[in-house]
């Protein structure tokens, strides 16, 4: 689902949900400097035109890029899971990154160090920036599920929620059953 959509079925669904603010190019642009990455064209999308951080129909805490956002400013994974190790298993690719190369764009649960959150993995050479996410576990410090894109994580979430009407549903749990088996 490409942001537009997103937002569009949002606000005719949730017309009322508080979505904070929204961010400006140099505001992006600072923290894209900040993390050392380009942050990926539909997150920015979804930034500038829905939301600069937002406890996502109560079940997905999104960071924004100011101090100010409600659910915290996104940051490279080592701020908010300090002791993540300096490579992470992506389990089910059998493959390792480089923490440093992970920044979450999901939140904090209550406090300035959480758990479980999704992750751009930044390679570089990926057009648009439009990374892999991944979802890591603090409890194992892998990353247990990823998906193409954070359209695909916007996809998922909408297909989970949009027959709701107050609390969401995490996109993590879409694989809770999947994952409970491994």
Request: hydrophobic share 35%; with cysteine; aromatic share 14%.
């Amino acid at each position: 689902m490409l942001v537009d959509e997103f937002i569009r079925k949002f606000n005719k669904k949730f017309p009322d949900v508080d979505k904070f603010d929204y961010a400006t190019d140099q505001m992006i642009s600072e923290y894209e400097d900040n993390i050392n990455y380009k942050l990926p064209a539909s997150f920015k999308k979804f930034l500038k035109n829905f939301s600069n951080g937002i406890f996502l129909l109560d079940c997905e805490p999104i960071g924004g890029v100011s101090k100010d956002s409600p659910c915290g400013d996104i940051c490279k994974v080592t701020t908010i899971i300090p002791d993540v190790p300096e490579k992470v298993l992506l389990f089910e690719k059998n493959e390792y990154i480089d923490s440093k190369k992970l920044v979450s764009f999901t939140m904090y649960d209550s406090s300035n160090i959480s758990n479980n959150h999704w992750v751009f993995i930044c390679n570089e050479g990926i057009p648009n920036n439009e990374y892999r996410v991944g979802f890591i576990s603090e409890s194992s410090n892998k990353i247990v599920k990823v998906l193409s894109t954070f359209e695909e994580w916007l996809t998922i979430f909408w297909e989970n929620n949009n027959d709701l009407n107050e609390m969401g549903e995490p996109v993590f749990n879409s694989f809770f059953q999947i994952l409970k088996k491994d």
